[in-house]
């Protein structure tokens, strides 16, 4: 017994009880696999009741979203823009069964995929966000995406690159006042070539490109006090007593907003 199952006592009784839960399983497959098919359709009617539960509120809260998002883009200079949240299902016959009868994939995050759609300008039809919208537009869409859902984003920073393209500075003053009223909740870091929005910015980073020793690097300077000021004057097409006196009725301007 020793030879053939073990080298102990102990070893030997292991072993019989491994064999005997072995042929227990064998013997009692058929009744397992009724009762684990039985536990799966539940799961599964669960999973479909809960999913589409889920489901309905989404879509009561994409309508809001849509609503509260085209407000802040006309207030961004692209009025006319909708915006509009598509929701689509996969079929698959092992998934829940939906609303038609059909049975539909899962996942953790649900029962469909969403999709941000946009129509820039009237009279074109939705399209995905991700594919027609420029560079300005998308940093737009993503200010107005973090305003309206501010109190429910937990990025920490953001990042917004020539988000300034398309705008004037009357627009400028309109996105800088969002970006200092999110930067309450997230660090906000802002590319940008408009005076009217660089001068909301709490801290203002000049970058530059240089050739050192035949090598080009890139150098940062924090600007403070009249270095600052005489940047935003450069900013508004180069150093000059008019332009300077812009660049301190700017500085005004966004102080006003700012201790308010």
């Known amino acids: 017994m020793k030879r053939k199952y073990g080298e102990s006592i102990e070893t030997i009784l292991a072993y019989a009880e491994q064999a005997r839960r072995q042929v227990d399983a064998i013997t009692h497959a058929g009744e397992r696999i009724q009762e684990l098919e039985a536990e799966e359709v539940r799961l599964l009617e669960q999973l479909g009741a809960e999913g589409s539960t889920l489901s309905s509120k989404r879509r009561e809260e994409a309508q809001k979203l849509s609503l509260a998002l085209e407000r802040e883009l006309n207030e961004l200079q692209m009025s006319g823009t909708r915006f509009q949240v598509d929701f689509h299902t996969r079929p698959d016959p092992n998934g829940v069964s939906w609303e038609d009868g059909q049975r539909v994939a899962f ?52 990042i917004f690159d020539e988000i300034d393209q398309g705008i004037g500075g009357r627009v400028g003053s309109v996105v800088g006042q969002k970006l ?70 700017i500085l005004d301007t966004v102080n006003q907003h700012t201790t308010q």
């Not at 009279?123 to 869409?141: D, H, N, Q, W, Y």
């Not at 035949?214 to 300077?221: A, N, P």
């Open 107 to 158: 996942d953790a995050s649900g029962l469909e995929r969403v999709e941000f759609l946009i129509a820039p300008n009237p009279g074109e039809g939705f399209k995905p966000l991700v594919k027609i919208a420029s560079g300005g537009e998308t940093s737009r869409m993503m200010l107005a995406l973090k305003n309206v859902l501010a109190s429910a984003d937990q990025i920490p920073t953001l």
């Open 180 to 249: 200092w009223r999110l930067a309450d909740k997230h660090q906000v870091l802002c590319v940008t070539h408009l005076p009217q929005l660089a001068a909301y910015g709490a801290q203002h980073f000049h970058v530059e490109k240089i050739v050192d020793e035949g090598r080009t690097i890139t150098r940062v300077r924090q600007l403070t006090g009249d270095t600052r000021l005489e940047e935003l004057a450069q900013m508004l097409g180069g150093i000059s007593p008019g332009t300077m006196q812009s660049a301190r009725e």
